[in-house]
């Protein structure tokens, strides 16, 4: 490096939040600089740039603008502070990004394999499409963050905040979302398969068409939600709170609601066979029209359950219902059970 660069490097490594253009941090890299820690470069422009390798950890990089930029193995980004910069379509493959302010940057598009997010704040940032295979997310906060079409499968996200986050269409196969707040999350069309929402909180969440066979809501605490034609096979409810929200036309083949509370939930058309009701507190239900073949009702506490048109109920459990006070459950028997 000459004097002056090596001037500049030395401003660049030693003066925090130095003033430094964009050409000149380019000049600086290209000598063999990498260290630009605590650095002001709010509003630069290194779109399209190799900056791989490069520290700008703690640095002001509001503003930023990383479109297309290739930022491997390990660029850090640490605790730096990020608001509205822009990394659409960028390689951050491997960066680190732990504790980083990531407020409503966007991150469309981008390769963020292997990447680490842990503690970031990513609250209202764009990651739609976005490649988070292998990421590290645990502890950030995507609370109104974009995750649209992104491919989270297996992720472990326990405890995150992603209350109204778009996660439409995502890929959560298998994820750890136990504790997770969910509330005003959208997750209509998202694959949520053997998922583990235990304890999650899904309070005017949108699971619309939402594949959740398998999935555990076991204590989960759901209200003013939406399951409207979900895939729910198989699904574990023990133990949830279950209060207004819709679940007609839902698949709930085999469920498991052992010690739940369901109150004021719209069940219409859902299909019920083999669900398990055992010592479930059914309140101000409505069975119209739903097939409960070989569903199981024993021990149940109802309170204001209507089964009119319910169907594939056996003489025995329409027997056991009416004596509990369920209104219409005589009507099942004439009823000819759906056709699985």
């Known amino acids: ?65 990383f ?31 732990s504790g980083a302010q990531l407020y409503q940057a966007d991150l469309s598009g981008a390769d963020l394999t292997g990447a680490d997010l842990a503690g970031a704040n990513l609250s209202q940032a764009c990651l739609a499409k976005a490649n988070l295979d292998q990421v590290n997310i645990w502890g950030a906060d995507l609370n109104g963050a974009d995750l649209s079409e992104v491919n989270l499968s297996g992720i472990n996200l326990w405890g995150a905040k992603l209350r109204g986050t778009d996660l439409s269409y995502a890929h959560l196969k298998g994820s750890n979302l136990s504790k997770a ?22 309070n005017q969440t949108n699971l619309e068409h939402a594949n959740l066979r398998g999935a555990n809501l076991n204590s989960a605490e759901i209200s003013d939600s939406s399951f409207i034609q979900a895939i729910l096979r198989v699904a574990k409810f023990q133990g949830a709170k279950i209060s207004r929200s819709d679940l007609s036309k839902a698949e709930l083949w085999g469920a498991d609601f052992r010690d739940s509370s369901l109150e004021g939930v719209v069940l219409g058309q859902a299909c019920l066979k083999g669900a398990n009701f055992h010592a479930a507190s059914l309140s101000n239900l409505n069975f119209e029209l739903v097939d409960a073949t070989g ?43 759906l056709s699985s």
């Not at 707040?181 to 583990?196: C, K, M, V």
């Not at 004596?323 to 459950?329: D, P, R, S, T, V």
């Open 181 to 202: 707040d969910l509330s005003e999350a959208i997750l209509s069309h998202a694959n949520l398969r053997g998922a583990d929402l235990s304890e999650a909180k899904l």
């Open 67 to 97: 479109s297309n930029a290739i930022l491997l193995d390990e660029t850090t980004f640490s605790f730096a502070s990020l608001h509205g910069a822009k990394f659409t379509n960028a390689k951050l493959i491997g960066g680190r990004f």
């Open 295 to 337: 569903a199981i009702f024993s021990a149940v506490k109802l309170n204001n359950a209507h089964f009119n048109l319910c169907t594939g109920l056996s003489e025995e459990t329409i027997a056991y219902l009416t004596e509990l006070g369920a209104i219409g459950a005589g009507v099942a028997r004439y009823i000819k059970p």
């Open 1 to 65: 490096m000459d004097e002056a660069i090596a001037s500049d490097a030395q401003e660049a490594t030693d003066s925090q939040k130095a003033q430094l253009k964009a050409d000149n941090l380019l000049k600086l890299y290209a000598a063999g600089e990498r260290f630009f820690a605590d650095a002001e470069l709010s509003g630069i422009d290194l779109s399209g740039q190799d900056l791989t390798g490069a520290i700008f950890k703690g640095s002001n990089l509001n503003g930023a603008n």
